[in-house]
């Protein structure tokens, strides 16, 4: 079981052909606009039978057989229970986490604001929680804690009211974890569904379960297809691609720190990416050892020597703006800057696109995943050129404020009427000329 790294070099000719090649993700799949009509079918058969859908979608695909979907709800004393019944390094594990999030977190809470501008006009903004948010978390197996925290903490920072989670329970598999997790979080409500079914039933409501304003968190390509569909109807946070990790390193940290970073992303799906860069060709033949090395002992090696195999790289640079230009082009999900805490400082005021970056040798990804505080909710695949972390801004509105005052209202009455007269809009034109003083 051994890997032989692919290399790339920026000032070969055929180099941003090769780094194309190996970004891209086929998201037109053969398979896509079938999949996207099943899905279609699914929500709308949710929307026309409601709760009679939902059982009957549980049935078939999590093989569990209900007669109502309030069977399918978890009460808070069951929620409770998980979080009393995890041991005691879970549970402070889980703690800990939730109190450094929601650290990080508060510090995004956004002020209200007015001004008074010179006529005596007051203008400000407004900022509300969203009312509402539907939480999606996969079960079975692949359940994520850790996501339940990141996804929760901040709407509840925000202020959400009523937060609904949703995770499929197959077979009745529960995890105890997500559960106390979601104990920890305040999470309102939850109900054992998933797949398309359940982002239908968020977004267009059931006889059982309340129709959202927004909904969140990850899933398969059937709840990934759900969400696109729902959207415009409710909000959504993004759909997430696979998971990334771009590392920068002056090849002077230990490569079985390197190695063990780059498995972090790559052990996550065989489409994860997972790239590192320097202007060490030695460093490289050591990081390559230590992967040889250290895959030995790792229980998802399959999975992580396919994800280095199909989308790993090394990519060699002759200087740090070579490297500072190729991670704005890549955008990556995640970017660990290993040098030097003062150089990596330096070097990440000039990074303009990543969605966390990690700075120093000590800070290793998996921190941010976890309980460092930041969201690990990240843009991935190139959007972090215009997309930022799932964060309490995701929760908010914001809301314009203008209060007039109509004792000085006339110099805002020829510019409304000027403009308007412009665009040929009468009435727009009318409605501010009727407000001048004088106009009595």
């Known amino acids: ?10 000032v070969d000719p055929d180099f941003q ?9 086929d998201s037109v799949s053969s398979e896509s606009s079938e999949l996207d009509s099943v899905v279609s079918s699914i929500i709308a058969d949710v929307r026309e039978k409601g709760d009679e859908a939902l059982l009957a979608y549980t049935q078939k695909f999590d093989s569990l057989d209900c007669a109502s979907v309030n069977e399918l709800k978890l009460s808070k004393n069951r929620l409770e229970q998980a979080f009393l019944t995890i041991n005691e390094k879970q549970r402070t594990a889980l703690e800990t986490a939730k109190k450094r999030i929601e650290q990080y977190h508060e510090h995004q809470v956004l002020p209200e604001w007015r001004f008074d501008d010179e006529y005596g006009h007051s203008l400000g903004q407004q900022v509300k929680p969203i009312q509402s948010v539907g939480m999606y978390v996969p079960g079975g197996k692949a359940s994520y804690p850790s996501s339940v925290l990141m996804n929760a903490v901040p709407a509840k920072v925000a202020g959400v009211e009523n937060l609904v989670m949703v995770v499929p ?14 104990f920890l979080a305040g999470v309102d409500q939850v109900f054992t569904i998933g ?24 899933g398969n ?19 997430a691609g696979p998971s990334e990790i771009l590392i920068y390193c002056d090849g002077n940290t230990n490569p079985d720190w390197i190695a063990m970073d780059l498995f972090s992303q790559a052990e996550h799906d065989e489409m994860a990416q997972a790239m590192l860069i320097s202007e060490s060709e030695i460093f490289f033949n050591q990081v390559e050892e230590a992967i040889n090395r250290l895959i030995t002992v790792m229980p998802r090696a399959d999975v992580i020597l396919k994800s280095l195999e199909s989308r790993g790289a090394f990519i060699l640079v002759e200087n740090q703006q070579q490297a500072i230009s190729l991670i704005d082009e890549i ?12 150089e990596a400082e330096s070097l990440c005021k000039k990074i303009n696109n ?9 800070s290793a990804e998996t921190f941010g995943d976890y309980c460092a505080g930041s969201n690990h909710v990240l843009p991935t ?18 809301t314009s404020i203008i209060n007039l005052n109509e004792k000085n209202i006339d110099a805002l009455v020829n510019v409304a009427s000027e403009l308007a007269q412009a665009e040929g809009l009468t009435a727009h034109s009318e409605a501010a000329l009727l407000r001048r003083t004088d106009s009595e």
């Open 1 to 10: 079981m051994s890997i032989v790294m692919r290399r790339l070099n920026f």
């Open 331 to 342: 955008a990556p999900e995640h970017l660990e800057l290993s040098f030097e805490r003062e």
């Open 354 to 362: 990543a969605g966390a970056i990690f700075i120093g040798r000590a």
């Open 381 to 398: 695949y190139g959007s972090a050129k215009f997309s930022s972390p799932l964060s309490v801004y995701d929760f908010v509105k914001r």
């Open 221 to 239: 390509q059937y709840v990934a297809s759900a969400k696109k569909q729902v959207f415009g109807k409710v909000g959504i946070d993004m759909i």
């Open 17 to 25: 052909a090769a780094l194309k090649k190996l970004l891209d993700v």
């Open 169 to 182: 329970t197959p077979k009745g598999e529960i995890n105890e974890l997500v559960l106390a997790a979601a």
């Open 195 to 218: 797949g398309a079914q359940a982002i239908a039933a968020l977004a267009y409501g059931t006889e059982t379960i309340p129709s959202m304003n927004k909904i969140v968190g990850p």
